[in-house]
């Protein structure tokens, strides 16, 4: 059973699967049967870096941690709808341009000083500051007053308004639609008294106080080892009633000793890659259940729209239609996900109704291929183009099993259609470096979706590299209006038929070939209970887990 770890990141871009939750008298039930204590252990195939601060967080594992430690105004259920968290509410003005929090009054910091409207005000400007580098600056940018605060123009920041102590006021220059998601759930806040220690620039590179976060989340951080892992423990001042577990550990785990420390019960979560049934049977023989999520995110194969030979929607469509994809989700994912066609899975609430399928064709590929000006000599099974064999060259992580396996089937169709393709595995670095310079032919990478469905950083065409991850330099100024379009509504409701028919035309369009919509798959011991495997993220359930020996 022995088997390389599919590790699973908690990134707050990656998972998006939603389970039904139990009625009020189950969960009443339930509540009876609850019990306290004990430990949890996560198996992780990388130990976090030990950046504990969300504001600053670079490597996935400590956004882990960080997402558990820290809370943000509002999250999100088990269905993507907003839910209150620190905020107890919020409203929109008129205009939808000023967002008011009302926050609880009841929420303690891990050191047991209050959380106030202060540590909001204080978390906005901190990111907002000249010396701030984090990835937060992507929403605050979109604050009146900004670029004057950024640039010392103004000491105030003036779309920043504390009210009183519990409510707070978020106003931008624009209808911001993603001021919600953004600046309520992305944004994690983190306590004045801890950080206002001195000048920006020296805290946030303050190790110290980086590894000994305090935060209003269900867990606090015991102990840090690197190369090892973190413990959690429980957060008597949690505002929701303190977890029912004492402890929640990432425990360092290597491919070598995965086996073992789950025929051991040493641990009780861990990502587990392609299972085969004989595996799945093992696991549960060991009592643990397999636990499937479908992640918010497409593989996709990019194609450099700048080059004539792929202009042109018909010649794109022709390759879709030569990838086999079922086949690939088949053999390379083991069917742990599904064949994309769109950038949404089809558990999300924006995925369309009646979209192409581009169902595996190899004939229907070569007609488009024609229409589209190409030339196929059935003497010597080739596709010409412009008089000469059409080859291009296809550039993708290497050191990779599946991706392997990816681009031998990719190129075998291709071949099979008379297009021969030259396989250039790299190091992810280099890759993303040549597809940001438009450097390539095709190439292949996966990506998450924003929760609230912005498509804009992908497909908009002002969002070229350096500004967005628009690699393939598509242009459609129908999609560019669809786009800035949601992006002024501030509710799902509004925006799902806008994203309906942007993602109509993306499947239309293909400005890149949609391959799959991949699980992650975890084994999760039976002892926890209350467990949900739930979007956006399973931790953040876990103070309602509770574990039977």
Same mark, same amino acid.
């Given at each position: 059973?022995?088997?390389?770890?599919?590790?699973?990141?908690?990134?707050?871009?990656?998972?998006?699967?939603?389970?039904?939750?139990?009625?009020?008298?189950?969960?009443?039930?339930?509540?009876?049967?609850?019990?306290?204590?004990?430990?949890?252990?996560?198996?992780?195939?990388?130990?976090?870096?030990?950046?504990?601060?969300?504001?600053?967080?670079?490597?996935?594992?400590?956004?882990?941690?960080?997402?558990?430690?820290?809370?943000?105004?509002?999250?999100?259920?088990?269905?993507?709808?907003?839910?209150?968290?620190?905020?107890?509410?919020?409203?929109?003005?008129?205009?939808?341009?000023?967002?008011?929090?009302?926050?609880?009054?009841?929420?303690?910091?891990?050191?047991?000083?209050?959380?106030?409207?202060?540590?909001?005000?204080?978390?906005?400007?901190?990111?907002?500051?000249?010396?701030?580098?984090?990835?937060?600056?992507?929403?605050?940018?979109?604050?009146?007053?900004?670029?004057?605060?950024?640039?010392?123009?103004?000491?105030?920041?003036?779309?920043?308004?504390?009210?009183?102590?519990?409510?707070?006021?978020?106003?931008?220059?624009?209808?911001?639609?993603?001021?919600?998601?953004?600046?309520?759930?992305?944004?994690?806040?983190?306590?004045?008294?801890?950080?206002?220690?001195?000048?920006?620039?020296?805290?946030?590179?303050?190790?110290?106080?980086?590894?000994?976060?305090?935060?209003?989340?269900?867990?606090?951080?015991?102990?840090?080892?690197?190369?090892?892992?973190?413990?959690?423990?429980?957060?008597?001042?949690?505002?929701?009633?303190?977890?029912?577990?004492?402890?929640?550990?990432?425990?360092?785990?290597?491919?070598?000793?995965?086996?073992?420390?789950?025929?051991?019960?040493?641990?009780?979560?861990?990502?587990?890659?392609?299972?085969?049934?004989?595996?799945?049977?093992?696991?549960?023989?060991?009592?643990?259940?397999?636990?499937?999520?479908?992640?918010?995110?497409?593989?996709?194969?990019?194609?450099?729209?700048?080059?004539?030979?792929?202009?042109?929607?018909?010649?794109?469509?022709?390759?879709?239609?030569?990838?086999?994809?079922?086949?690939?989700?088949?053999?390379?994912?083991?069917?742990?996900?599904?064949?994309? +066609? =769109?950038?949404? &899975?089809?558990? $999300?609430?924006?995925?369309?109704? %009646?979209?192409? *399928?581009? !169902?595996?064709?190899?004939?229907?590929?070569?007609?488009?291929?024609?229409?589209?000006?190409?030339?196929?000599?059935?003497?010597?099974?080739?596709?010409? +183009? =412009?008089?000469? &064999?059409?080859? $291009?060259?296809?550039?993708?992580? %290497?050191?990779? *099993?599946? !991706?392997?396996?990816?681009?031998?089937?990719?190129?075998?169709?291709?071949?099979?259609?008379?297009?021969?393709?030259?396989?250039?595995?790299?190091?992810?670095?280099?890759?993303?470096?040549?597809?940001?310079?438009?450097?390539?032919?095709?190439?292949?990478?996966?990506?998450?979706?924003?929760?609230?469905?912005?498509?804009?950083?992908?497909?908009?065409?002002?969002?070229?590299?350096?500004?967005?991850?628009?690699?393939?330099?598509?242009?459609?100024?129908?999609?560019?209006?669809?786009?800035?379009?949601?992006?002024?509504?501030?509710?799902?409701?509004?925006?799902?038929?806008?994203?309906?028919?942007?993602?109509?035309?993306?499947?239309?369009?293909?400005?890149?070939?949609?391959?799959?919509?991949?699980?992650?798959?975890?084994?999760?011991?039976?002892?926890?209970?209350?467990?949900?495997?739930?979007?956006?993220?399973?931790?953040?359930?876990?103070?309602?887990?509770?574990?039977?020996?």
């Amino acid at each position: 059973m022995k088997r390389k770890l599919s590790l699973i990141l908690s990134l707050i871009i990656t998972v998006c699967f939603a389970f039904t939750g139990c009625g009020d008298a189950e969960k009443k039930e339930q509540a009876k049967k609850v019990k306290t204590g004990g430990v949890v252990t996560e198996a992780i195939g990388t130990s976090p870096s030990g950046v504990f601060l969300p504001t600053a967080f670079t490597f996935s594992y400590d956004a882990s941690i960080n997402n558990i430690v820290y809370d943000g105004l509002l999250s999100l259920d088990e269905n993507m709808d907003i839910a209150p968290n620190l905020a107890e509410s919020y409203e929109f003005s008129n205009d939808n341009k000023t967002l008011t929090f009302k926050l609880r009054n009841d929420v303690k910091w891990h050191d047991g000083e209050k959380f106030t409207a202060d540590d909001v005000d204080f978390t906005f400007k901190f990111c907002s500051d000249e010396k701030y580098k984090g990835p937060y600056t992507m929403f605050v940018k979109n604050i009146t007053g900004y670029e004057d605060y950024k640039t010392g123009k103004s000491t105030e920041l003036k779309g920043v308004k504390k009210i009183d102590d519990y409510t707070i006021e978020i106003t931008t220059d624009e209808v911001y639609g993603s001021a919600l998601i953004n600046f309520g759930f992305m944004m994690r806040i983190i306590p004045e008294h801890i950080w206002n220690k001195d000048t920006v620039e020296k805290v946030q590179n303050d190790t110290n106080l980086i590894r000994k976060p305090i935060g209003t989340g269900a867990f606090k951080l015991e102990t840090f080892t690197p190369d090892q892992g973190v413990e959690l423990v429980a957060n008597e001042y949690y505002w929701k009633g303190k977890p029912n577990i004492d402890k929640y550990v990432f425990k360092l785990v290597s491919s070598e000793t995965a086996e073992s420390e789950i025929l051991n019960k040493e641990v009780d979560i861990i990502g587990v890659g392609n299972l085969t049934k004989e595996d799945e049977e093992t696991y549960k023989e060991q009592g643990y259940r397999i636990e499937d999520i479908t992640n918010n995110a497409y593989h996709y194969v990019g194609l450099n729209l700048r080059k004539p030979q792929f202009s042109d929607k018909k010649t794109r469509q022709a390759l879709a239609y030569a990838l086999d994809r079922e086949t690939i989700v088949k053999e390379v994912l083991k069917g742990k996900g599904e064949v994309a +066609y =769109n950038p949404y &899975p089809s558990n $999300f609430w924006a995925h369309p109704d %009646g979209l192409n *399928e581009y !169902k595996f064709n190899p004939k229907k590929s070569i007609e488009l291929f024609k229409e589209a000006g190409f030339e196929y000599k059935e003497n010597d099974k080739k596709m010409y +183009y =412009n008089g000469n &064999p059409f080859t $291009f060259t296809y550039k993708y992580v %290497g050191g990779d *099993e599946s !991706k392997t396996k990816y681009a031998l089937i990719l190129q075998q169709n291709f071949k099979d259609i008379g297009i021969d393709v030259e396989l250039k595995p790299m190091e992810f670095t280099a890759l993303s470096n040549d597809v940001k310079n438009g450097d390539f032919d095709t190439y292949s990478m996966g990506i998450g979706n924003f929760y609230d469905g912005d498509l804009g950083p992908s497909y908009l065409s002002t969002l070229t590299p350096p500004n967005g991850y628009n690699y393939t330099g598509y242009n459609n100024p129908k999609v560019d209006e669809l786009i800035k379009k949601a992006s002024t509504m501030v509710t799902k409701e509004e925006r799902e038929p806008v994203l309906k028919e942007i993602a109509t035309i993306l499947n239309d369009e293909l400005p890149v070939i949609y391959s799959y919509h991949w699980k992650s798959t975890m084994a999760v011991s039976d002892r926890i209970k209350n467990f949900k495997n739930a979007q956006p993220i399973y931790s953040q359930y876990s103070n309602e887990w509770f574990v039977e020996d």
